[in-house]
């Protein structure tokens, strides 16, 4: 009898700042370092999954687990906040595939964050705090996928995004910008009555205030290694 082989996954976090990828084991547990570049710019498909390629080189993997930071329906992206315009309708997986050699499934950055993240009991919201404003919705952990609070109205006629993403946090400063984070915080609790509400991405490094208790801080690296739920169904 042959021997079986474990599986090995190479897990990739597209953003908008940077990309990121690790090889997770068959239980999700890192076999690598989590390895990063920045982003080129402008931040087009090529130039992208270039990055992907030369990150994915030395690395030893069967499959791949991508999180994209927009909309993706069967492979597709379908918008692009924070990325090259010519993301809107790009066939992403067949296209990883091919440069890859590996079977490709995609989802939304911040859906691969909260399958790294949830419990997986109860109502479960997930936030992420980045280049962009990410959520992520689970009932029993069972996700609503593509849900985009990002682009919905937050206060003074602009978005979530446009108050609590990275260009304004750069523009207001941390404490007005703790500030608005704590009355998100306060309108989504009332809008989903979530049991947890996780918050991830990069910026939480700037999170400075008292968090209600079912709100929990997770680390940079879950949005990778979310990536083995996908491969778990
Ligand atoms: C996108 C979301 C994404 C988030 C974080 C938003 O601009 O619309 O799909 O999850 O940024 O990258």
């Known amino acids: 009898m042959g021997e079986i082989k474990p599986l090995q996954t190479l897990a990739v976090d597209i953003g908008g700042s940077g990309i990121k990828v690790m090889v997770l084991d068959e239980q999700g547990n890192p076999l690598s370092e989590r390895d990063r570049r920045e982003t080129p710019q402008p931040a087009t498909p090529d130039a992208m999954i270039t990055t992907i390629v030369e990150l994915a080189q030395d690395k030893v ?6 999180g994209y930071p927009g909309v993706v329906r069967l492979g597709i992206t379908e918008t692009a906040a924070n990325v090259s ?10 296209t990883l595939t091919q440069y890859l050699g590996k079977p490709v499934r995609i989802i939304n950055d911040a859906d691969m964050q909260g399958l790294g993240a949830i419990a997986g009991q109860g109502v479960e919201l997930v936030i992420t705090l980045g280049t962009g404003f990410g959520s992520a919705l689970f009932v029993n952990a069972k996700l609503l996928p ?27 400063g941390k404490k007005r910008w703790n500030q608005r ?8 609790s009332h809008l989903f009555n979530y049991d947890k ?18 709100v929990i801080v997770v680390p940079n690296v879950t949005g990778l290694l979310g990536g083995i739920k996908l491969w778990q169904d």
């Not at 993997?61 to 991508?66: E, G, K, L, N």
């Not at 593509?146 to 609590?164: D, I, S, V």
């Not at 984070?181 to 989504?188: M, R």
């Not at 509400?197 to 079912?214: F, M, S």
């Open 85 to 94: 315009p010519e993301w809107i309708g790009f066939d992403l997986g067949s």
């Open 181 to 188: 984070l704590s009355q998100a915080i306060a309108n989504l």
């Open 61 to 66: 993997f069967d499959r791949v687990s991508v």
């Open 146 to 172: 593509n849900l985009e609070l990002g682009h919905h109205p937050f206060r003074k006629g602009e978005t979530y995004e446009q108050q609590l993403g990275k260009a304004a946090l750069d523009a207001v």
């Open 197 to 214: 509400l996780y918050i991830g991405g990069g910026n939480t490094k700037k999170v400075e205030q008292e968090l209600p208790a079912n």
